[in-house]
């Protein structure tokens, strides 16, 4: 099981809808839903081309920074998820990418519900 689930398949780091990056950094620091974060690492194939070789594993990222500090799920600079999804069609600049797995901290839960 990959740890983050991307399809975000204009990303130069996604093959088959997992992410090949070194690290992935989450960010969106004051986010009240999932629209108010995105995949800081997120770089644009028709600029980048394909960089699906994870250098630092061989495999899948499995290095999960997330800044969103008003995330149930983050902890001190880090994501507590085993796994996270992260959405973004036709992206062409990492605002244009969400962390769909957010959920606002404090029991409340963000705009889909979960």
Known sequence: MSRINCEVTSCS???????????????????DSEQSTCCGSFLSK???????NNVVSGGSCDCLKCTVE??????????????????GNHAEYYTHTDCASFKLA?????????
Request: glycine share 8%; charged share 15%.
């Open 46 to 52: 028709v600029v980048y081309s394909e960089l699906t």
């Open 106 to 114: 404090g029991g409340l839960t963000n705009e889909a519900g979960i």
């Open 70 to 87: 008003t995330c149930a799920y983050h902890r001190n600079q880090l994501c507590t998820l085993d796994q996270i999804q992260v959405t």
């Open 13 to 31: 780091h996604n093959k088959d809808q997992v992410c090949y990056a070194n690290c992935v950094d989450i960010v969106g620091s004051a986010a």
